[in-house]
């Protein structure tokens, strides 16, 4: 054989040589993640979510501290003992035992309860929407694994393409129906494809290292068996007005409107009453003692907290209409969305299926040496594009999805909550 043709037998080790390296660069063992379906039946045991229920327990203690009663006070008086003249010693004391009870009156104690109770409702309503945010980085979390495990698929697929066509290319070559640049350029596709392959197992591993720590799994999660690319959208039609994120800013407003009326019963005197005996050593007599007491507004009248109060609720009425507003224009835009993304998936399914067919051809046609290097190169390249669009118009649709389910309030690919 000529000297010419001595760089192809070596390249076509080589290429043997980066598919055994391809097959040795997978796993030897997989850990399978569990379903999404599994992931979110155990999702409160997720830190979001329970950092939520911990502040929904603390606003509910609130509410129940908030109906209780102030305690009594208890006082004990003595008074002309231990002087001088007739007051010396203890004899012409005057000893005087008292309870005092603040009688809560205009309103105060109903206006704290219903405010704790605002403010416990304002809780449960968050702690909901941390759970369907806690769901929808879950889902996309567990979409974006799986379409990293996809892409390291196809790039090891392309890497089986490419030495392929690049075997065949050399066999063109040492019949000399092709130039040996032909070789060189298989050899180069070859090398990149490997470093695609390469740099697509680290994002497949960040990916499964990113879904195990969300996903708080005790062993690290290598493949996922279940798909959720693969699963439908679930939508559930609600009115804009009960998405939750508008329910969250309903029950703050009416929270910071239940903080106005606390702050205004503070404004009015606390009316304290008592009740006692005392006791005249003198005498060697007793007698009860009762009365009522009371500050006087002059200076302090709450004036400051009851504008600020006031100007809490302005603000938490602007956020409201903004959250209603948002939230039309955001679930109008969710819905466009997931119909754009479905209609995407169909188109890329097709795309595929056209690709794969026209690489089929155009390798019977280099085979035959009817087509050349390049046309087959390019429907490969058709056709790994098409695969990748496949898996990303997926993963569209799933975010396309979480944004819809977090409208509706419930988690993704799941029914109304």
Known sequence: MPASYRRPPRFAVGCALAALAAVLASPAWADPAPSFAELLARLDQTPLTLEAGALLDAAEARARQARVRPNPTLALDA??????????????????LSITQDLELWGRRTARINAARADAGTASLRRDLAVVDAAGRLALVYAEAEAAERR????????????????AALVLVEEGREPLLRGIQGESEAAAARAGLDEAIAERDAAFARLTAVAMLAEPVTTIDVSLLDLAPATALSPTDQTLTVRVAEAERSAAESRIAVERTRSRPDVSASIGLRRYEAEDATALTFGLSLPLPLFDRNRGNIEAAQADFRAADARLMTARQEAQ?????????????????????????????????????????????????????????????????????????????????????????
């Open 329 to 417: 224009a955001d679930r109008a835009a969710a819905q466009a969305r997931l119909r754009a993304s479905v209609s995407r998936v169909n188109a890329a399914d097709a795309g595929v299926t056209s690709a794969e067919e026209a690489y089929r051809l155009s390798r019977i046609g280099f085979e035959a040496g009817r087509i050349s290097q390049l046309e087959l190169r390019a429907t490969r390249t058709a056709l790994v594009n098409a695969r990748t669009a496949a898996v990303d118009a997926r993963l569209a649709r799933v975010r396309a999805e979480i944004d819809l389910a977090r409208q509706d309030g419930r988690a993704p690919f799941q029914g109304a909550q």
């Open 79 to 96: 008074e002309n003992a231990f002087g001088s003249g007739p007051f010396s010693g203890y004899g012409n004391a005057e000893t005087t």
């Open 152 to 167: 390291a698929t196809l790039a090891e697929e392309n890497l089986s393409l490419t030495l392929a066509d690049a075997r």
